[in-house]
C-alpha cells in the first residue's frame, strides 16, 4: 500500500512534515504512526491537513535525507521494508536552496528515484575548450601538466582521472595556496624596519632546500616555541601532546575547522559538517571528542540587505547555529562556550569555526605504516551524491552565481553513525588493530584511501550507497563526516566484521595495499584509474609570486564608543549586538552531556555572568574525568603548559566552581 500522511504539533499550525510511504500495509502503518512518525503527546497524525495556504519543499532526487533514512531504519526494526520520502511543509514564505530542495507536487504520490546513467568514464581530450568549460580547481599549467603526463605513457586520461587529480592537488587538501614559492620580498610603511628583521631572520633559520613559502615561513616560527611531549607521527589527524590522566599516558589531541563556504551555500549542512568535521581528525587518531567551542562571524541579522546570490544575514545566521546545536546534541559532545562576533565585514564571508579537545589512552593509539597485502575497510556510512565537489569547490573563487551551482558539494551529516565510530574506536581491541586511519571529509575515496599507502588497488563497486546509480567518478570523489577508511592486516579482517556489528556500523573491504607505487581503482570490471604515485605526490606545478608586507601604523586593540557624552555612549554601548546577551544562542547547544563539564556557558552568583573559558575534565574510558583541559576565545595556553600544570588547572578550576557555589561571583 502507498500512502501519504501529514504530522504537526498540537499547538503549531504554521509547519508540518509530510511522509508519503511506499510498501507497508495498514496495520503496520497504524502501529507505527505514532511509534515511528509522530509523539503521541506532542502531534497529530493526519490523512489531509487542515491548513491553509502551505506549500511543501522536498530534497532533490539524490540528496540525502535524513528524516526519510531514519524512518526507513525505525520501520526495520519493526520487521517492516518499506520505503518513505519526505516533504516540509511551511506557511508563508520560506527562504530554500534549489540546488538542494525543490516545491513538492502535492497531487502526485510516486516513489521517484534517482537513477543517473551508470557507465564507464569517457576518455578526456585536453584542449583549451575543456579547461574553459570544466570548471576544475587547479590552474592551466596543472592541465597542461598533467596532458605531459598521460601525453608520455601514451593515453588519454579519464575524466575520473581528472576529478581525481583535480581533487587531490586542490587548495583544500594540499594548502597549494600557502605553498606558493615567494620570489621577491619586499617591506614598506613605518614597520619595515621591523618586518625586514624578522624576514632575514626567518631566512637565517630556514631549512634551505626547500622553497621559501608561507607555510614554510609558519612552520618554522612554531618550531621556535619548544612544545614538550608532542606526539611527532605522519598520520597527521590533528594537534597531538602526551599528558598523564590518573597515573596513565594519554594521547590529548585538539583540532578547529572553519566551514564558512559551506555554510553561506547551505547553513544547516554546512555548520553541522562543521562540528562533524572538526570531530572526524581526532576522532581518525583514535580518540574520544568530548569537548568543544564554536564562534561565529556575521553581519548584523537584523538588516534585511542580502548581497546578490547569497541567502541573507539572518537566515545563515539562524540556520547555521541550528545545524551545528542540531549535529553536536545529537551526537552527544559538551559545547559549553558559544560566542557569535557581528561585523559588517563578515557580509562579504562568514566566518564558522568549530573547535573541539579528544584524548585516548596512548598504548591504544598505534602509529604504523600499511604493508602489501594489508586490506583497506570502509567503516561508517554510506555514499551519496551530497559532497561531491567540496574539496575542489571550495578551492575555487565564488561569485554571485555559486549559490545556484555548488549546493550538492555540501555533505548531509548523519550524526548517529559517527557517533557509533566514536563507541567502536574507543574500544581499545579495536583500536590497536588499526594500523593507519583516515577520515573521507575531503576528496572521498580518492584522498581517504589514497593517502594511505603508496599503492593501492581500489574496488569502486563495493563502495556501500545510499541509493543506486552512482557513476564512477561519483563513487571516487563523494565526501562525507561518517565514514572512515581504515588499514589493518589481513589476519584481523573478521575481528573487524564482528566488532562492526556489534556497534551498529557497516564495514566493507574496498581495497588493498599494493607493492606498486600506483593510484589504481576500478569499475564495472574497468580500469578507470591508473595514476603514477611519484606523479600524483608533485601536487602540481607550485605556482609562484612576489611577497609585499606593507604596515600601516600603529594597530589600536582599544575598542571605541561613539558619543557626545556618556549618556550616548552609554545608549551607544547597549546597542551593539557584540554586548547584547546571547544567552538565547547558547541554551540551544547541550553544554553538559558526559558528565566532564566544570565551567558553564553562565556563571557568577546568579548565573548570568558569560564564562570566558571552556574548562572540562578528560573524559577518560571507564567515564571517569582527571584532568581538566581549557580553551579560551581570546587566549589560549601553550599546548607545553598544559601536561605539567594540569593539576593546577584542575585545583583552580574546583576552587571557582566552590566560590560559586559560596554565592561569590568569580567572573567578575
Not at 530534497?59 to 526495520?76: T, V
Amino acid at each position: 500500500m502507498n500512502k501519504r500522511i501529514f504530522v504537526r504539533k498540537k499547538n503549531d499550525t504554521t509547519q508540518f512534515n509530510v511522509y508519503d510511504i511506499f510498501g507497508l500495509d495498514v496495520a503496520a502503518l497504524e502501529k507505527a504512526k505514532y511509534t515511528v512518525f509522530a509523539e503521541v503527546n506532542q502531534d497529530l497524525v493526519l490523512d489531509e491537513i487542515d491548513i491553509e495556504d502551505y506549500y511543501v519543499l522536498e530534497y532533490l532526487p539524490g540528496q540525502f535525507d535524513q528524516r526519510a533514512d531514519a524512518a526507513e531504519k525505525c520501520l526495520q526494526l519493526q520487521g517492516y521494508e518499506a520505503t518513505v520520502k519526505c516533504g516540509y511543509g511551511h506557511t508563508g514564505k520560506v527562504e530554500f536552496n534549489p540546488i538542494e530542495m525543490r516545491l513538492k507536487d502535492m497531487s502526485v504520490l510516486e516513489n521517484e528515484t534517482y537513477v543517473p546513467n551508470r557507465q564507464l568514464p569517457p576518455s578526456i581530450e585536453i584542449t583549451e575548450d575543456y579547461y574553459e568549460n570544466a570548471a576544475l580547481a587547479m590552474t592551466k599549467a596543472d592541465l597542461l601538466f598533467i596532458k605531459g603526463y598521460f601525453d608520455s605513457i601514451g593515453r588519454l586520461p579519464t575524466e575520473t582521472e581528472i576529478k581525481v587529480i583535480d581533487t587531490y592537488w586542490s587548495d583544500h587538501c594540499r594548502h597549494t595556496t600557502f605553498e606558493t614559492e615567494l620570489t621577491d620580498a619586499a617591506f614598506s610603511g613605518p614597520y619595515a624596519d621591523r618586518l625586514q628583521e624578522e624576514w632575514d631572520r626567518y631566512l637565517e633559520e630556514r631549512n634551505s632546500e626547500k622553497p621559501i613559502t608561507l607555510m614554510d615561513l609558519a612552520t618554522l616560527a612554531a618550531k621556535r616555541e619548544k612544545v614538550k611531549n608532542q606526539e611527532v607521527s605522519n598520520e597527521i589527524n590533528a594537534c597531538s601532546v602526551y599528558v598523564t590522566v590518573g597515573g596513565e599516558r594519554y594521547i590529548l589531541q585538539f583540532k578547529n575547522e572553519t566551514h564558512n563556504h559551506p555554510t553561506e551555500i547551505e547553513p544547516f549542512g554546512g555548520a553541522s559538517t562543521c562540528i562533524g568535521g572538526a570531530i572526524r581528525d581526532p576522532l581518525s587518531g583514535r580518540t574520544f571528542v568530548y569537548q568543544a567551542m564554536r564562534i561565529s562571524g556575521s553581519a548584523d541579522p537584523r538588516i534585511a540587505d542580502p548581497i546578490e546570490g547569497k541567502l541573507s544575514s539572518k537566515e545563515i545566521t539562524q540556520r547555521a547555529a541550528a545545524g551545528y546545536s542540531s549535529y553536536g546534541n545529537q551526537i552527544g559532545l559538551a559545547t559549553n562556550y558559544v560566542k557569535e562576533i557581528y561585523h559588517p565585514g563578515y557580509r562579504a564571508k562568514r566566518l564558522e569555526l568549530g573547535f573541539v579537545v579528544g584524548a585516548a589512552p596512548a598504548e591504544n593509539i598505534i602509529r604504523e605504516e600499511p604493508a602489501p597485502g594489508d586490506l583497506i575497510l570502509l567503516i561508517g556510512g554510506r555514499t551519496g551524491r551530497d559532497g561531491i565537489g567540496g574539496a575542489t569547490g571550495s578551492s575555487k573563487t565564488h561569485t554571485r552565481d555559486s549559490s545556484q551551482t555548488c549546493g550538492a558539494e555540501v555533505q548531509k551529516g548523519n550524526p548517529i553513525i559517527e557517533r557509533k565510530i566514536q563507541r567502536l574506536f574507543r574500544r581499545g581491541e579495536v583500536a590497536k588493530r588499526i594500523k593507519k586511519c583516515n577520515d573521507f571529509g575531503a576528496g572521498g575515496v580518492s584522498v581517504a584511501i589514497g593517502e594511505l599507502a603508496p599503492g593501492l588497488e581500489i574496488e569502486l563497486d563495493r563502495v556501500p550507497v545510499k541509493y543506486q546509480g552512482l557513476n564512477g567518478t561519483e563513487l571516487a570523489i563523494s565526501e562525507s563526516q561518517e565514514r572512515m577508511a581504515v588499514c589493518i592486516d589481513p589476519t584481523d579482517l573478521q575481528f573487524f566484521y564482528d566488532a562492526c556489528a556489534s556497534e551498529d556500523v557497516e564495514v566493507t573491504h574496498v581495497a588493498t595495499v599494493t607493492a606498486e607505487r600506483r593510484l589504481v581503482m576500478h569499475y564495472l570490471g574497468e580500469t578507470i584509474v591508473d595514476i603514477s604515485r611519484d606523479f600524483l605526490d608533485t601536487n602540481g606545478v607550485r605556482s609562484q609570486a612576489k611577497f609585499k608586507a606593507a604596515s600601516s601604523g600603529e594597530i589600536s586593540t582599544r575598542r571605541s564608543v561613539s558619543g557626545a557624552n556618556l549618556q550616548e555612549k552609554l545608549q551607544n554601548n547597549l546597542a551593539d549586538l557584540n554586548i547584547c546577551s546571547q544567552r538565547g544562542l547558547n541554551e540551544i547547544f547541550d553544554s553538559s552531556i558526559g558528565a566532564t563539564t566544570l565551567t558553564l556557558p553562565y556563571g557568577g552568583k546568579f548565573q548570568r555572568t558569560p564564562s570566558q573559558v571552556s574548562a572540562q575534565l578528560v573524559s577518560l574510558e571507564d567515564g571517569q574525568a582527571e584532568v581538566a583541559s581549557v580553551a579560551a576565545y581570546g587566549f589560549e595556553p601553550s599546548l607545553a603548559e598544559l601536561s605539567p600544570y594540569h593539576s593546577a588547572i584542575v585545583s583552580v578550576v574546583q576552587s571557582m566552581s566552590r566560590l560559586a557555589a559560596a554565592g561569590v561571583d568569580y567572573h567578575d
